[in-house]
Protein backbone atom coordinates (compact mmCIF):
# COMPACT_ATOMS: atom_id res chain seq x y z
CA UNK A 1 0.00 0.00 0.00
CA UNK A 2 1.49 3.29 -1.22
CA UNK A 3 2.65 5.52 2.27
CA UNK A 4 0.65 9.23 2.26
CA UNK A 5 2.23 11.97 4.52
CA UNK A 6 0.09 14.53 5.64
CA UNK A 7 3.05 17.64 6.36
CA UNK A 8 0.33 20.09 8.67
CA UNK A 9 0.97 24.06 8.02
CA UNK A 10 -0.39 24.96 11.35
CA UNK A 11 0.85 28.71 10.90
CA UNK A 12 -1.02 28.73 8.18
CA UNK A 13 -4.12 26.46 8.89
CA UNK A 14 -5.67 24.73 12.26
CA UNK A 15 -6.85 21.08 10.41
CA UNK A 16 -9.74 19.60 12.38
CA UNK A 17 -11.40 16.30 11.29
CA UNK A 18 -7.48 14.12 11.44
CA UNK A 19 -9.83 11.21 12.35
CA UNK A 20 -10.47 11.43 8.77
CA UNK A 21 -7.03 10.04 8.10
CA UNK A 22 -6.21 7.63 10.55
CA UNK A 23 -6.26 3.80 10.25
CA UNK A 24 -2.69 3.50 9.36
CA UNK A 25 -2.98 4.94 5.77
CA UNK A 26 -1.39 8.13 6.61
CA UNK A 27 1.65 9.46 8.35
CA UNK A 28 1.45 12.27 9.71
CA UNK A 29 4.30 16.05 10.56
CA UNK A 30 2.72 18.82 11.91
CA UNK A 31 4.76 21.94 11.37
CA UNK A 32 4.53 24.35 14.18
CA UNK A 33 5.72 27.91 14.02
CA UNK A 34 8.96 29.03 16.37
CA UNK A 35 6.05 31.80 17.78
CA UNK A 36 3.31 29.42 18.61
CA UNK A 37 3.05 28.38 21.62
CA UNK A 38 -0.13 26.18 21.65
CA UNK A 39 -1.73 23.37 19.99
CA UNK A 40 -5.52 22.72 19.63
CA UNK A 41 -6.31 20.07 22.20
CA UNK A 42 -8.21 18.36 19.93
CA UNK A 43 -5.89 17.98 17.45
CA UNK A 44 -3.24 16.90 19.85
CA UNK A 45 -5.53 14.41 21.12
CA UNK A 46 -6.45 12.74 18.14
CA UNK A 47 -2.62 12.75 16.90
CA UNK A 48 -2.44 10.38 20.22
CA UNK A 49 -3.91 7.76 18.45
CA UNK A 50 -1.24 7.79 15.29
CA UNK A 51 1.10 6.81 17.70
CA UNK A 52 4.73 6.81 15.67
CA UNK A 53 3.06 7.38 12.94
CA UNK A 54 2.83 11.19 13.84
CA UNK A 55 4.71 13.80 14.76
CA UNK A 56 5.21 17.26 15.72
CA UNK A 57 8.43 19.35 14.14
CA UNK A 58 8.86 22.58 15.87
CA UNK A 59 10.67 25.11 13.65
CA UNK A 60 13.37 27.16 16.15
CA UNK A 61 14.31 30.05 13.61
CA UNK A 62 12.16 33.43 12.48
CA UNK A 63 11.88 34.68 9.48
CA UNK A 64 10.08 34.76 5.70
CA UNK A 65 8.71 31.37 4.63
CA UNK A 66 11.09 29.87 7.40
CA UNK A 67 8.34 26.99 7.76
CA UNK A 68 7.85 26.57 4.55
CA UNK A 69 11.02 25.25 3.48
CA UNK A 70 11.69 22.83 6.43
CA UNK A 71 8.06 21.01 4.71
CA UNK A 72 10.26 21.16 1.25
CA UNK A 73 13.08 19.71 3.89
CA UNK A 74 11.39 16.86 5.00
CA UNK A 75 9.63 15.79 1.45
CA UNK A 76 12.89 15.91 0.12
CA UNK A 77 14.01 13.91 3.19
CA UNK A 78 10.90 11.47 2.32
CA UNK A 79 10.46 11.54 -0.98
CA UNK A 80 14.47 8.99 -0.84
CA UNK A 81 13.48 7.27 2.09
CA UNK A 82 10.09 6.04 0.39
CA UNK A 83 9.99 6.38 -2.98
CA UNK A 84 6.38 5.67 -4.64
CA UNK A 85 4.85 7.64 -1.31
CA UNK A 86 2.27 10.45 -2.02
CA UNK A 87 2.71 14.05 0.51
CA UNK A 88 -0.35 16.14 1.14
CA UNK A 89 0.78 19.66 2.17
CA UNK A 90 -2.08 21.09 4.11
CA UNK A 91 -1.75 24.75 3.62
CA UNK A 92 -3.45 27.88 2.20
CA UNK A 93 0.04 29.20 0.84
CA UNK A 94 -0.24 28.76 -2.47
CA UNK A 95 3.48 29.42 -2.63
CA UNK A 96 4.09 25.79 -2.56
CA UNK A 97 2.69 25.62 -5.65
CA UNK A 98 5.75 25.79 -7.76
CA UNK A 99 7.46 22.91 -5.66
CA UNK A 100 4.83 20.56 -6.24
CA UNK A 101 4.75 21.34 -9.65
CA UNK A 102 8.65 20.84 -10.09
CA UNK A 103 8.04 17.82 -8.00
CA UNK A 104 5.78 16.17 -10.79
CA UNK A 105 8.35 16.98 -13.00
CA UNK A 106 10.48 14.34 -10.61
CA UNK A 107 7.81 11.74 -10.63
CA UNK A 108 7.44 12.55 -6.91
CA UNK A 109 3.47 13.20 -6.21
CA UNK A 110 2.40 15.73 -4.32
CA UNK A 111 -0.68 18.25 -4.07
CA UNK A 112 -1.52 20.76 -1.61
CA UNK A 113 -4.93 20.94 0.00
CA UNK A 114 -6.25 23.47 2.27
CA UNK A 115 -8.04 21.18 4.55
CA UNK A 116 -7.92 17.84 5.00
CA UNK A 117 -11.68 17.15 3.91
CA UNK A 118 -10.66 18.64 0.61
CA UNK A 119 -7.63 16.10 0.07
CA UNK A 120 -8.68 14.03 -3.02
CA UNK A 121 -8.07 10.39 -1.50
CA UNK A 122 -10.19 11.21 1.96
CA UNK A 123 -13.00 12.44 0.09
CA UNK A 124 -12.71 8.74 -1.82
CA UNK A 125 -12.17 6.63 1.40
CA UNK A 126 -15.24 8.73 3.09
CA UNK A 127 -17.54 8.68 0.54
CA UNK A 128 -20.74 6.60 0.89
CA UNK A 129 -23.18 6.72 -1.47
CA UNK A 130 -22.40 5.33 -5.26
CA UNK A 131 -23.12 8.92 -6.42
CA UNK A 132 -20.85 10.26 -3.96
CA UNK A 133 -18.13 7.37 -5.06
CA UNK A 134 -18.66 8.03 -8.62
CA UNK A 135 -17.70 11.79 -8.29
CA UNK A 136 -14.84 11.08 -6.24
CA UNK A 137 -13.50 8.64 -8.98
CA UNK A 138 -14.59 11.04 -11.82
CA UNK A 139 -12.00 13.90 -9.86
CA UNK A 140 -9.39 11.05 -9.34
CA UNK A 141 -8.85 10.23 -13.13
CA UNK A 142 -9.36 13.64 -14.31
CA UNK A 143 -6.56 14.65 -12.05
CA UNK A 144 -4.68 11.50 -13.75
CA UNK A 145 -4.44 12.67 -17.02
CA UNK A 146 -1.74 10.54 -17.99
CA UNK A 147 -0.97 6.90 -16.94
CA UNK A 148 -5.13 6.37 -16.48
CA UNK A 149 -5.71 2.55 -16.55
CA UNK A 150 -6.21 1.85 -20.10
CA UNK A 151 -8.63 -1.67 -19.63
CA UNK A 152 -11.58 -2.70 -17.45
CA UNK A 153 -9.47 -5.20 -15.51
CA UNK A 154 -6.50 -2.32 -14.21
CA UNK A 155 -9.49 0.13 -13.66
CA UNK A 156 -10.99 -2.30 -11.82
CA UNK A 157 -7.51 -2.32 -9.53
CA UNK A 158 -7.27 1.44 -9.66
CA UNK A 159 -10.75 2.25 -8.17
CA UNK A 160 -10.23 -0.49 -5.59
CA UNK A 161 -6.79 1.05 -4.56
CA UNK A 162 -8.71 4.64 -4.20
CA UNK A 163 -10.75 3.42 -1.96
CA UNK A 164 -7.82 1.40 0.68
CA UNK A 165 -8.41 -1.96 -1.20
CA UNK A 166 -12.03 -2.00 0.85
CA UNK A 167 -14.27 -2.95 -2.13
CA UNK A 168 -15.55 -6.15 -2.89
CA UNK A 169 -15.53 -7.02 -6.65
CA UNK A 170 -18.84 -6.68 -6.73
CA UNK A 171 -18.85 -2.81 -5.81
CA UNK A 172 -16.21 -2.45 -8.38
CA UNK A 173 -18.55 -3.48 -11.01
CA UNK A 174 -21.20 -1.87 -10.03
CA UNK A 175 -18.49 1.68 -10.11
CA UNK A 176 -17.65 0.65 -13.70
CA UNK A 177 -20.99 0.42 -14.62
CA UNK A 178 -22.17 3.56 -13.26
CA UNK A 179 -18.93 5.45 -14.71
CA UNK A 180 -20.26 3.74 -18.15
CA UNK A 181 -23.75 5.03 -18.07
CA UNK A 182 -22.84 8.85 -17.04
CA UNK A 183 -20.50 8.39 -19.77
CA UNK A 184 -17.36 9.22 -17.80
CA UNK A 185 -15.84 6.22 -19.97
CA UNK A 186 -16.93 4.03 -22.85
CA UNK A 187 -15.72 0.65 -22.77
CA UNK A 188 -14.91 -1.22 -25.86
CA UNK A 189 -13.89 -5.16 -26.05
CA UNK A 190 -12.33 -5.02 -22.35
CA UNK A 191 -10.40 -1.39 -23.27
CA UNK A 192 -11.41 1.93 -21.52
CA UNK A 193 -11.83 4.65 -23.35
CA UNK A 194 -12.23 8.43 -21.46
CA UNK A 195 -14.49 11.02 -22.14
CA UNK A 196 -14.79 12.84 -18.45
CA UNK A 197 -16.66 16.15 -18.19
CA UNK A 198 -14.57 19.15 -17.51
Not at 29 to 58: C, H, R, W
Not at 174 to 184: D, N, P, S, T, V
Amino acid sequence: MKINYLLIDLENVKPENLGLVSGGQFKVKVFVGANQKNVPLTMAQTLQSFGPDAEYIQIESHGKNALDFHIAFYIGRLAMESPGAFFHIISGDTGFDPLIRHLKTKKILCLRSTSIEAIPLVRVMNSKSLPERVAAVVDYLKRRQVGRPRTVKTLGSSIRTQFGGQMADEEVSKMIEALARQGAIAIDGGKVAYTLPE
